[in-house]
């Protein structure tokens, strides 16, 4: 084994590391004190805070991100990040300390991301979906000292303790008297570097969330080769625009936009996605990566040909989606109405990512998730741990990678069998290797003495012209034990009987699969990153 900035790999994984980092010009092995200085800066700052440092040397003068206040340069960056890290110690938080953050996309949330770690913070990254409780109940667990926060979340920062520090990160208007103002701290701030902390302090990404409150999944100094899992089966631009709606404070929002620092690209974000708006500033700023959601792509998917024809998206090379499944019939959608350029990753917010699919790999298996990048192994196991090596049988699926995973913050981990850690998700392998991911291994119901998964129902459901969206689950039952019921989304123009939604599963999978309960509803309950929370969804009688 070989170890390199915290990877641990065999010399075929690093020799493969080494050429897509060559590729992608990261890394000059023809000046190595560069290559140990940026390995060393991440160790100690971690990675949004050496990547502004980096930036600020490399790419000074180039724009590194355009929001609704306008756009900022790298330079910018990097000296507003170091007024807001001198700011923060200035108030008497000391380095070690936790703080927290809720803040949409834009400017002040990476620029948050870099102070915390070059004052030496720990930053705990808030859900922007969070009510009053949860959002207090994680600021205790993870005792912080501060929040930074938008001005749209003030009625949650005033839920903490009056004594904690506390800065505005965006501001509608003027902002509160004597409320401390990031405008105003990169205006007027010390932008002199602070001292290095000996060591990263840490980032703490929350889960989703959608079994009970979010828990907190630390992560330390990450290594530079860490981005390669990312570049391997992606081809990010350089010095280019990328665009992000998924949200920066998820781990897939926090690692696409890492990368693309890293490579010298302007971001473009919005604090709130809208589908033809999001079309529109993509056309207008000739974006060459989009990175989203399903739902948000089936948002634009659905404003038709008439109205994505009024937009040039031509400069459009990448769409990358994660953070919920993606359907075959929303998969072979999107390329049909943007070309073939969809990438489908997948991970999570313990294992990173596991695997991304290509667009000629969802052309030929609409909806899989692809293969492992370089360095990343995954397996299936069985019930008794046993390993599962048949193609197209269903098993527990973990993942092994150089993506450092340090726990979660109440103490807890993942299950690991052979330093492979656990997904939670069920999955299989084609006859050519491609991994689909058949749903959680929690999911499953057991109606009648029969396995069923929801998410085989909920993909065929999918498919259906009057169905918009879809979600099944299992609900008491004295005859079955559990029986199935489908909540439907109907589509635009579309009326649906129930009769209509049993006779289309009827008629592709098993009778047992069959839903007995068919519910109209006007929307799914979903978090910010686009996954279904099942257990907002109503089990008791009709």
């Known amino acids: 084994m070989v170890s390199l900035g915290g990877l641990k790999e065999s010399v075929t994984d690093v020799v493969g590391l080494v050429r897509v980092l060559r590729g992608h010009g990261l890394v000059e092995f023809s000046r190595p004190h560069r290559v140990a200085l940026a390995a060393k800066r991440g160790e100690r700052l971690g990675p949004m805070a050496a990547l502004a440092v980096n930036g600020g040397e490399k790419f000074a003068d180039d724009p590194v991100v355009t929001d609704e206040h306008g756009t900022i340069t790298y330079g910018d960056f990097d000296k507003q990040s170091n007024s807001l890290a001198n700011a923060l110690l200035a108030k008497g938080i000391e380095r070690g300390s936790v703080i927290g953050v809720i803040a949409r996309d834009h400017r002040g949330l990476l620029i948050t991301m870099a102070a915390a770690g070059k ?67 990169a205006a007027t701030g010390d932008t002199t570097a602070p001292a290095e902390p000996d060591a990263a302090a840490g980032l703490v990404i929350l889960t989703s969330g959608t079994t009970g409150l979010p828990k907190g999944a630390t992560r330390g100094a990450m290594s530079p080769f860490a981005s390669v ?44 996605f809208d589908a033809e708006q999001t079309v529109a500033t993509m056309a207008a700023e000739k974006v060459e990566m989009l990175v989203a959601v399903p739902t948000m792509l089936h948002r634009m998917v659905a404003l038709g040909p008439e109205v ?3 937009y040039d998206l031509s400069a459009l090379k ?50 899989t998730v692809g293969r492992a990048p370089i360095s990343s192994r995954l397996r299936l196991y069985d019930a008794d741990d046993n390993q599962i090596t048949a193609p197209n049988v269903r098993g527990r699926l973990f993942v092994k990678n150089g993506v450092p995973f340090e726990g979660y913050t109440d103490g807890r981990n993942k299950a690991i069998i052979d330093g492979y850690m656990s997904t939670g998700d069920m999955a299989r392998f084609d006859a050519d290797g491609l991994m689909f991911i058949e749903g959680r291994d929690d999911d499953m119901i057991v109606s009648g003495g029969e396995n069923v998964y929801p998410l085989e129902v909920e993909n065929l459901l999918a498919e259906h012209s009057a169905v918009d969206d879809v979600a099944v689950i ?31 599963v009827k008629t592709h999978l098993a009778r047992y699969k069959v839903p007995r309960d068919v519910v109209f509803v006007d929307e799914l309950p979903r978090n910010p990153t686009g996954k279904l929370v099942r257990r907002q969804l109503p089990t008791g009688p009709l």
């Open 318 to 367: 990448v769409i990358v989606i994660a953070g919920s499944a993606l359907s075959p019939a929303v998969s072979e959608a999107i390329q049909d109405a943007f070309g073939d350029v969809l990438y489908n990753l997948y991970g999570s917010t313990e294992v990173a990512i596991a695997s991304i699919a290509q667009p000629h790999e969802l052309r030929q298996a609409p909806g």
């Open 308 to 310: 994505l024809g009024k």
């Open 229 to 272: 899992l990312l570049l391997d089966r992606i081809p990010f631009p350089r010095k280019g625009t990328s665009m992000i709606v998924s949200p920066l404070f998820h781990a897939t929002g926090f690692a696409t936009s890492g990368v693309n620092l890293a490579l010298g690209n302007r971001l473009v974000l919005r604090r709130r």
């Open 119 to 185: 004052a030496g913070l720990r930053l705990v990254m808030m859900n922007t979906g969070f009510g009053a409780t949860q959002f207090v109940e994680v600021a205790e667990r993870e005792k912080l000292s501060a929040i930074l926060y938008d001005e749209e979340f003030a009625t949650l920062a005033d839920a903490l303790p009056e004594h904690l520090p506390r800065v505005l990160t965006w501001v509608d208007g003027d902002a509160p008297e004597g409320v401390l103002t990031l405008d105003a701290i």
């Open 474 to 504: 299992g609900v008491p039952d004295d005859e079955f034990g559990t029986r199935l019921r489908a909540f439907i989304v109907r589509a635009e123009g579309a009326d649906p009987t129930p009769e209509d939604i049993k006779a289309h």
